[in-house]
């Protein structure tokens, strides 16, 4: 396989944003924003990806969509919305620590992280170092919410974390974020990375991809 197989293949099997599997429709305005920061924190402990989508999910159809909702919750609607995704290990600590983030959020940027972007200068280190000063938002948190956001944030474009690279250099694609801007129209760098990101879980090689391919069913 090559670069123009590659990517197709990787794209159409791995393609789906953490932000699509967790129910979030990715716009450029302060709620959509939020929960993806909320499916930052939910991520960023040692927990399956599918279950912090799933409790994410329950969060939102339990209306806690927003900053505001979210800070004048009841305790135990975000339990028992952990329980239902079976998000059980760190229930408790992760309703604290959503609950401090959202009135961060609040009382430092009203709401809206387009304005820590401002602040920041649109610049991504910068960008994930204010990220960070959420509770549970670490390196890697603040590497997932840019990896996602990239999507509607220009400014973050071309964003890949070590993990995604070195997927892309197992594959045989580029080592460097300027190298797989090159294979996708910008838009499509959030799905690209995300992609690399779940190719790394489940540790597919070029060989394991190939094969895929070829046992896809056509037409």
Known sequence: M???TIVPALLD???TTYAEEAGITLRDTPAPLYRLLVLTVLCSIRISAATATAAARELFGAGLGTPQRMTGAQRRVLIAAFARAHYVRYDESTATALGRG????LDRWHGDL??????????????GELLQEFPRVG???SGIFRREAQAVW????????????????????????????GLVPPEGLARLAAALTRASLEHVGADELEDAVELRPTG
């Open 102 to 105: 959202a009135e961060l959020l």
């Open 114 to 127: 387009r304005r820590l972007r401002d602040a920041a200068g649109g610049q991504s280190e910068r960008i």
């Open 154 to 181: 220009p400014s973050l474009r071309p964003f890949f974390d070590e993990r995604t690279l070195a997927q892309a250099r197992l594959l045989g694609l580029p080592g460097s974020p300027a190298g797989l801007a």
């Open 139 to 141: 390196p890697v948190g």
């Open 13 to 15: 099997r791995y393609g």
């Open 2 to 4: 090559n670069e123009k």
